[in-house]
């Protein structure tokens, strides 16, 4: 696997970053994960924005414009002859004096790597047993809104539910409100609407999670935001998440006990990869 790092294309076994990079000690980096389809990074833009606007709060310069990021992606993916997979970005401060202080961290490190995906094709609409964890996000927290490298209570509520077999945790917040899978945003209908947590609950402003709310508003399903708590969606007609390795995922199960189906969360499925054609298709842009 080649991997791109600070400006050159390496063998990943030459990709290596100190062990005194801020985002290995501390946390302190972002980072964008992105489906590549047919060669194109979907929505590209719009995970690019969201890097720049973390990088711009946690005061880290991004090393190489918008243009020159889109050249490395794309000879990255040549490179590595996979027009399908997912494309990750990592940003990190790079390295500084002992401490939690920035100062002195003035050289940051950009790496992209590839990583293979398997998909059906068509694309089938996955179902996950679904597991709340016992770890709460903060509301109203402006650090949710970007992919930091600090992701502790994703990780060990992704384990909770790995240990209880199931695909994917739900976490609650503080306010007592499930807001958002480990990997993923929450969605679910009720009586012929599809609502989403809002962001202020604490959540990431997902780009596929965006990407269903336009779908769902062309598809003329009504869709709105509004807090949810454990028991209420357990009782929902439908419960399905979205994240850019999958696209939209039906929840089939939540903490053992059978969630209803609704016909919707299909329609919204064989839309997004609709969309997803469409964007990345021949002739698609960046």
Request: glycine fraction near 10%.
């Given at each position: 696997?080649?991997?791109?790092?600070?400006?050159?294309?390496?063998?990943?076994?030459?990709?290596?970053?100190?062990?005194?990079?801020?985002?290995?000690?501390?946390?302190?980096?972002?980072?964008?994960?992105?489906?590549?389809?047919?060669?194109?990074?979907?929505?590209?833009?719009?995970?690019?924005?969201?890097?720049?606007?973390?990088?711009?709060?946690?005061?880290?310069?991004?090393?190489?414009?918008?243009?020159?990021?889109?050249?490395?992606?794309?000879?990255?993916?040549?490179?590595?002859?996979?027009?399908?997979?997912?494309?990750?970005?990592?940003?990190?401060?790079?390295?500084?004096?002992?401490?939690?202080?920035?100062?002195?961290?003035?050289?940051?490190?950009?790496?992209?790597?590839?990583?293979?995906?398997?998909?059906?094709?068509?694309?089938?609409?996955?179902?996950w047993q679904l597991?709340?964890?016992?770890?709460?996000?903060?509301?109203?927290?402006?650090?949710?809104?970007?992919?930091?490298?600090?992701?502790?209570?994703?990780?060990?509520?992704?384990?909770?539910?790995?240990?209880?077999?199931?695909?994917?945790?739900?976490?609650?917040?503080?306010?007592?409100f499930v807001v958002?899978?480990?990997?993923?945003?929450?969605?679910?209908?009720?009586?012929?609407?599809?609502?989403?947590?809002?962001?202020?609950?604490?959540?990431?402003?997902?780009?596929?999670?965006?990407?269903?709310?336009?779908?769902?508003?062309?598809?003329?399903?009504?869709?709105?935001?509004?807090?949810?708590?454990?028991?209420?969606?357990?009782?929902?007609?439908?419960?399905?998440?979205?994240?850019?390795?999958?696209?939209?995922?039906?929840?089939?199960?939540?903490?053992?006990?059978?969630?209803?189906?609704?016909?919707?969360?299909?329609?919204?499925?064989?839309?997004?990869?609709?969309?997803?054609?469409?964007?990345?298709?021949?002739?698609?842009?960046?």
């Amino acid at each position: 696997m080649i991997v791109f790092l600070n400006g050159k294309f390496v063998p990943e076994e030459q990709a290596v970053v100190s062990i005194f990079d801020r985002s290995f000690l501390y946390g302190d980096g972002l980072f964008e994960t992105m489906l590549v389809s047919s060669g194109v990074p979907f929505r590209w833009s719009q995970h690019l924005e969201r890097l720049e606007r973390g990088a711009a709060f946690l005061g880290i310069a991004v090393p190489f414009p918008p243009v020159a990021l889109r050249g490395f992606a794309e000879r990255l993916v040549s490179e590595n002859a996979m027009p399908n997979g997912l494309l990750r970005l990592s940003l990190s401060r790079g390295i500084g004096s002992r401490g939690y202080s920035p100062r002195g961290a003035n050289a940051p490190v950009l790496v992209m790597t590839l990583h293979s995906l398997t998909r059906s094709d068509p694309p089938a609409l996955q179902s996950w047993q679904l597991k709340t964890a016992s770890f709460r996000l903060p509301a109203n927290e402006p650090l949710a809104q970007f992919k930091t490298c600090n992701k502790l209570p994703q990780v060990l509520a992704r384990a909770q539910a790995e240990e209880a077999g199931a695909g994917e945790a739900l976490l609650l917040n503080t306010e007592g409100f499930v807001v958002e899978g480990a990997t993923s945003n929450l969605f679910w209908v009720e009586q012929g609407t599809v609502y989403t947590p809002p962001l202020a609950s604490g959540i990431l402003a997902g780009v596929t999670r965006l990407a269903v709310l336009e779908l769902c508003r062309a598809a003329g399903f009504e869709a709105q935001e509004r807090n949810i708590t454990g028991s209420r969606l357990a009782e929902a007609d439908g419960v399905f998440l979205s994240l850019s390795s999958a696209g939209v995922v039906e929840g089939a199960s939540l903490d053992g006990h059978p969630l209803r189906r609704s016909p919707m969360t299909a329609r919204i499925h064989r839309a997004y990869f609709e969309s997803l054609e469409r964007e990345t298709g021949p002739g698609a842009r960046w």
